[in-house]
């Protein structure tokens, strides 16, 4: 018969197992408040082990806060609260992507302007060097140096930043997207 009363005690128990759980604390800071060992709590929401009087009496009060509707309206309140502080967050981190995007588009735009002029620079050289400037020696030309130059310079230079800076660019503006999806704004 005490088997039985066990049993049952132990099912019982089951029921309102997970007692940390319901608090929404973890079972070993519900075991530091109660002053007990986890292993003690974890036996006790098993239904193997009584728990001490003292923890009990916490641990009762602790669920009726929890059921509390002052509490409850507490907690709804700091959650809106959360809410509002994430969306301040978000918006910070949406001017600061703002920010950096104005500067970095106008460094694009000097960029491609440089790009494009050293295109034009190199398309005229090349020009110019199959028109006037032969050569019998069959050393390169002035022109054909220069555009060697002007074409060095525009790969090493001009399209591997101007890539770079896009790159970036097209970064921020994914996050952007990012962003004002999360406060719900239109793109």
């Known amino acids: 018969m005490q088997r039985w009363h066990k049993y049952c005690e132990a099912k019982s128990m089951r029921a309102e197992k997970n007692i940390s759980k319901l608090l929404g604390i973890s079972q070993e800071s519900l075991a530091m408040m109660l002053k007990v060992t986890r292993g003690q709590l974890s036996m006790y929401e098993?239904?193997?082990?009584?728990?001490?009087?003292?923890?009990?009496?916490?641990?009762?009060?602790?669920?009726?806060?929890?059921?509390?509707?002052?509490?409850?309206?507490?907690?709804?309140?700091?959650?809106?609260?959360?809410?509002?502080?994430?969306?301040?967050?978000?918006?910070?981190?949406?001017?600061?992507?703002?920010?950096?995007?104005?500067?970095?588009?106008?460094?694009i735009a000097k960029a491609e302007t440089k790009y494009h002029s050293r295109i034009s620079t190199l398309n005229f050289l090349q020009k110019l060097s199959l028109k006037q400037w032969k050569n019998e020696s069959g050393e390169p030309t002035l022109p054909e140096l220069l555009a060697g130059q002007t074409a060095r310079k525009l790969q090493k230079e001009n399209w591997t930043q101007l890539?770079?800076?896009?790159?970036?660019?097209?970064?921020?503006?994914?996050?952007?997207?990012?962003?004002?999806?999360?406060?719900?704004?239109?793109?």
């Open 46 to 107: 098993c239904g193997l082990r009584p728990i001490p009087t003292q923890a009990m009496k916490q641990l009762a009060e602790m669920i009726v806060l929890f059921y509390d509707k002052n509490t409850i309206t507490t907690a709804k309140s700091l959650q809106e609260e959360n809410t509002e502080l994430h969306a301040k967050a978000i918006k910070r981190q949406l001017e600061d992507n703002l920010l950096e995007q104005y500067p970095l588009r106008k460094i």
């Open 163 to 187: 890539r770079q800076y896009q790159i970036k660019l097209e970064v921020l503006k994914a996050e952007e997207r990012l962003l004002r999806e999360e406060l719900g704004e239109p793109e």
